[in-house]
């Protein structure tokens, strides 16, 4: 029996596209204000203008690292700037959140140009302590991120959970009613 909740990992593409199939091991909660994310929720830019907090379980003693990213940049049709990366948080103590960890790249906000794009929060137990000193991803253009080659260069391994929601660009009557 299939695990029901990498399914929708596998339905959306996220299981290809951004990270190998992998069996959660880490319970994580998305929330953007009061809106719990799920996969394949609908979430507006607007909303998720700040950080969404990011619980995850895990002993005090673990260490996490947090990557969210978007597939689709700068069109689902043609995502030629695929993977870009929006935020990552590491040295996130376990049974925190991740306004407990160290922001490597800081939180963009999703705003999506044209169509629907998934926005994917990927999180990975570190074996090290990540230094702050690493190569970090080019936060001046944020395109072509690879998540697995970022876990490769920080011998994260696999992911232990991962969610994802859909974002499409708004109209400004849209945004005037958040």
């Given at each position: 029996m299939a695990n029901t909740s990498i399914d929708p990992l596998i339905m959306c593409r996220i299981i290809g596209d951004v990270v190998d199939e992998f069996v959660p091991t880490t319970a994580m909660n998305v929330y953007y204000a009061t809106k719990h994310v799920t996969n394949g929720c609908s979430i507006k830019p607007s909303m998720a203008f700040n950080p969404p907090t990011v619980t995850i379980s895990g002993l005090p003693n673990e260490l996490y690292t947090l990557v969210m990213t978007n597939p689709d940049a700068p069109s689902p049709s043609e995502p030629?700037?695929?993977?870009?990366?929006?935020?990552?948080?590491?040295?996130?103590?376990?049974?925190?959140?991740?306004?407990?960890?160290?922001?490597?790249?800081?939180?963009?906000?999703?705003?999506?140009?044209?169509?629907?794009?998934?926005?994917?929060?990927?999180?990975?137990?570190?074996?090290?302590?990540?230094?702050?000193?690493?190569?970090?991803?080019?936060?001046?253009?944020?395109?072509?991120?690879?998540?697995?080659?970022?876990?490769?260069?920080?011998?994260?391994?696999?992911?232990?959970?991962?969610?994802?929601?859909?974002?499409?660009?708004?109209?400004?009557?849209?945004?005037?009613?958040?």
């Open positions: 030629y700037m695929r993977e870009w990366v929006h935020w990552i948080v590491a040295n996130i103590p376990g049974g925190t959140d991740s306004g407990q960890g160290t922001e490597i790249v800081p939180y963009m906000a999703p705003c999506p140009a044209v169509g629907i794009h998934r926005y994917i929060l990927v999180l990975f137990r570190q074996s090290i302590y990540v230094d702050q000193t690493i190569e970090k991803p080019n936060i001046i253009t944020r395109a072509n991120f690879n998540t697995r080659a970022f876990s490769r260069h920080l011998s994260l391994g696999i992911p232990v959970a991962t969610v994802y929601f859909n974002a499409k660009k708004e109209s400004i009557k849209q945004r005037k009613n958040v």
